[in-house]
């Protein structure tokens, strides 16, 4: 059970605080925990393949740990300082196959830091922590670690330096880079402190039958971070092959164009072990924050004093009671063991007290753990709490064995607990050999809010173009169905299949306008669902309203702006509304409450709608599109969120025809609408805005909707009038493109490999006449996941129809196409190869696809 976080980007606004935990729950909790609880209880064994640094687990004569600080540099290599374009942004995926990417080692580790990819580990932060973590397992200094990094969808600039390159272009190449010369030398000495050069990537400087299981060390000690790289070529005893031996012939002797660059002053000025450290923590540390513009780092993180791990709420039989488990995650670095007599967690009920007469749990250690720097213990929470008074927030004190304690109260803010929305576990199952996925949960019943679930999953891509072993990171949102009350608590379930293989990897959310249960790991739950046993009659809890004290709720960051997502399954009937920070918010519909608002005349005591507002006249409550936004022009998102600035703004970006305001401060515009989007009873448009309380701002996947006075005659337009104004263009499929014809929604192949192989590209405009061009001489061309393109001539084996259903997403560079979605691909076929039988299944498969 993990709640609602403020985003990285609003996690920059903390006041920097030194040994200050951060707030919980924040952004980086998920990445905290990967990169420090590495061992012991609870351990994310995030550090297997690397500890001990000699580690060889990729393979016999590869330092694993090597192969993580080398994967740091490729995939930042490409960085453009004048553009603001590469950087570590997980571009690297892409690029295994583009002749600069040489070797097995930058494969897998790709494929073993996929382990911890999710919607809130990006593959770049990963690869961050990876460098982190290779320097520190073999005895380096600690780099500092910031987070936040964006990951690339395709393949970024060429660049990456080879071998063969004379020292001014490694000179021009690194200042590209915003690497000095001084720089460019200290971050490879530092990045050749560790492993060897391998005669499989590069036979002209080790030879085959060379070495020892085909490599040969950089220095004389290849599993241990020091300045050997340093002292042996200053001294003249190296055996770098970098630096002589066959490379020299060839022109390949890389390190030493660049060590020799200045004279060897700069490498002069590493041989003292402490120096060499320091440097390199700190050209290290350059190395992993740099990043494409327009991306914001957050500061170094650290391990938290005290941490809520694995917090959750489960409704025990009969109803009357919850149970909460998890554990209180101390951190004793810096204390001696046994230290700590016990913990106590002291909790306030949902009206901000303690109703019950007994709001405390006293622990004492279970399990401990360790990571690179640290040690830690954990406290087991398990204690029963009534379902009338209920929690929102808690403390914690850590009594030591000395008499003393200690208090942490989360920053001032108490440590936040909502039991308004519950991911019922024992009544939720997912069965991994198919991925059927049944969750169940609890909406506690003042909660007025229709609740959805969110799944975040990973699609494997086989034998993928490039030879990507990253999976694709995939995400929708289910409707849930009311089940039985059970007391203050009503059941709501949902059932999704979760394809490809890795189910056991998925996380999942369930939210109800601002109240969340987030971020659950399916791997909890068992492969059959329980039954509940014992019910309750349904009755109303006081007090509290829906937030908790602070728990649930993911609302985007309040400077963020609202991109379109496209990710929502066919089946689904809420918003997935992606921030610029990289976290998600799901809105669901919002039930009206069941008094009824005026839409008439306002008053001056309460809420009224606004029949004008700056130039535009209201024309309805409407609802989203269908997989769509139904206003795309542009889009922004705050907290002072009012009908008068959302008009401004979308006046300001281009004079728009229409704008609308949803879930109280989110602000759109467009010159047309979704054809989908259809009208609402006023009813549902029932959030007030945030930042003017007598105004409507819409609701959770509902628009307060606005359209532009008559220009033509100088009237205002009626709410009719505008009514009957029709979108520019309509979603809907092409029976034909260019030189192509419609086949249908095609799965990808089953058998090793892409469904088509001939040629591939992704963008993020992609469009169905973008892709037909690109593959313009091959047979069929296929849009997959909104924004992939394939080609070939040929469909692998395997491959085969699918319900025209599922190819749901629409076009990444038009609303108004659809593009396949997650493994299925919306299928073309040149007409002139179209054989007459082949024309007539067609048109039955569009006649089928037009009736779903």
């Known amino acids: 059970m993990r709640y609602a976080h403020p985003t990285l980007a609003g996690l920059l606004s903390l006041a920097a605080r030194t040994g200050a935990d951060p707030t919980w729950p924040a952004a980086t909790d998920e990445m905290e925990e990967i990169v420090y609880q590495l061992q012991g209880f609870k351990g994310r064994v995030f550090n297997d393949v690397i500890t001990p640094c000699n580690n060889e687990a990729a393979g016999p004569g590869r330092v694993t740990a090597s192969e993580w600080l080398r994967v740091g540099f490729h995939d930042m290599a490409t960085h453009n300082r004048v553009f603001g374009t590469g950087g570590l942004d997980a571009s690297l995926q892409f690029e295994l196959t583009n002749g600069e990417n040489t070797g097995p080692g930058h494969n897998t580790t790709l494929r073993f830091l996929a382990n911890y990819y999710s919607s809130q580990s990006s593959m770049a932060d990963l690869i961050a922590a990876g460098v982190y973590a290779s320097v520190r397992s073999c005895g380096g200094p600690v780099v500092p670690l910031r987070l936040g990094r964006k990951d690339a969808t395709s393949s970024g600039s060429t660049g990456v330096p080879q071998p063969q390159n004379s020292a001014e272009t490694f000179r021009q190449q690194f200042d590209r880079m915003g690497f000095s010369t001084e720089e460019m030398i200290q971050v490879t000495a530092c990045g050749h402190t560790l492993g060897g050069v391998h005669s499989e990537e590069f036979p002209e400087i080790v030879p085959s039958g060379t070495g020892t299981n085909g ?120 204390r001696a063991s046994g230290a700590i007599k016990n913990i106590k967690m002291t909790w306030k009920d949902r009206n901000g007290g303690c109703a019950s007469g007994s709001c405390s749990y006293t622990a004492t250690v279970q399990g401990a753990g360790t990571g690179f720097d640290d040690t830690f213990e954990f406290f087991p929470i398990s204690t029963n709490i009534p379902t009338s008074s209920g929690i929102s927030s808690f403390t914690v004190t850590v009594n030591l064995n000395d008499g003393t304690s200690e208090s942490y109260d989360n920053n001032g803010n108490s440590y936040p607990l909502s039991d308004a929305i519950i991911l019922q576990k024992p009544q939720s199952c997912l069965l991994q050999s198919s991925g059927a996925l049944t969750v169940s949960a609890l909406v506690r019943n003042d909660i007025t809010a229709t609740p959805s679930l969110g799944i975040s999953y990973l699609t494997p891509r086989g034998v993928v173009r490039n030879g990507n072993p990253v999976p694709i990171l995939s995400s929708t949102t289910v409707a849930m169905t009311k089940g039985d009350c059970a007391g203050p608590y009503t059941f709501y379930s949902a059932s999704y299949t979760i394809a490809g293989g890795l189910s056991y990897a998925a996380k999942l959310s369930v939210t109800a306008g601002s109240n969340s249960d987030s971020f659950n790991k399916a791997s909890d739950l068992s492969g059959s669902c329980a039954a509940f046993s014992g019910t309750a009659s349904c009755t109303t809890p006081g007090g509290g309203g829906g937030g908790g004290g602070g728990g649930g709720g993911n609302e985007p960051d309040a ?30 519909t919002t039930i009206a409450p069941s008094s009824t608002t005026s839409s008439t005349t306002p008053t001056a005591t309460g809420p009224a709608r606004k029949p004008t507002v700056a130039g535009y006249t209201r024309l309805r409550c409407a609802t989203e599109g269908s997989g769509v936004r139904a206003l795309t022009g542009a889009s922004f998102a705050y907290d002072t969120m009012t009908l008068e600035s959302c008009a401004a703004n979308c006046t ?52 307060e909707l606005y359209a532009k006075h008559d220009a033509g005659t100088g009237t205002t337009a009626t709410s009719t009038t505008a009514s009957a104004a029709q979108p520019t263009a309509t979603l809907g499929r092409k029976d034909t493109v260019g030189d192509y014809v419609f086949v249908g929604c095609q799965t990808e192949a089953t058998e090793g490999g892409r469904a088509l192989e001939g040629k591939a590209w992704a963008d993020d405009g992609m469009t169905l006449e973008g892709c037909a061009e690109a593959c313009s001489g091959w047979e069929y061309f296929g849009v997959e996941y909104g924004r992939e393109c394939y080609c070939g001539n040929t469909l692998r084996g395997g491959s085969a129809p699918a319900p025209l259903a599922d190819c749901s997403f629409t076009c990444a560079g038009t609303p108004y196409e659809y593009c396949g979605a997650g493994n299925r691909l919306e299928l073309y076929r040149l007409a002139s190869a179209s054989s007459s039988s082949s024309s007539k299944t067609r048109r039955s498969r569009l006649e089928r696809g037009r009736r779903l």
Do not use: W
């Open 559 to 588: 400077s963020s702006t609202i991109a379109s997502s496209s990710a929502a399954g066919p089946s689904s009937t809420s918003s997935v509304v992606e921030v610029t920070s990289s976290s998600h918010i799901t809105s669901s």
């Open 215 to 334: 490599q040969k060390q950089l220095d004389t000690t290849d599993a241990t971070f020091d300045n050997k790289v340093v002292t042996e070529y200053i001294s003249g005893t190296t055996q770098n092959p970098l630096v002589v031996g066959p490379a020299v012939a060839v022109n390949r002797h890389s390190d030493f164009k660049v060590f020799n660059i200045d004279g060897n002053a700069t490498m002069n000025g590493l041989t003292s072990a402490t120096t060499f450290r320091d440097v390199c923590k700190t050209v290290l540390q350059k190395m992993i924050d740099t990043v494409p513009s327009g991306v914001t780092l957050t500061d170094p993180i650290a391990p938290y004093a005290v941490k809520p791990v694995d917090m959750q709420l489960t409704l025990n039989s009969g109803g009357s009671t919850f149970l909460l488990s998890g554990y209180i995650r101390v951190r004793t670095t810096n």
């Open 652 to 703: 300001a970006a281009g004079n728009f025809a229409y704008f609308g305001v949803e879930y109280a401060r989110e602000c759109y515009c467009g010159n047309s609408l979704a054809a989908s989007s259809s009208e609402a009873p006023d009813s549902e448009c029932n959030m007030l805005c945030a930042g003017d309380a007598t105004e409507y701002c819409g609701a959770g996947n509902r628009l």
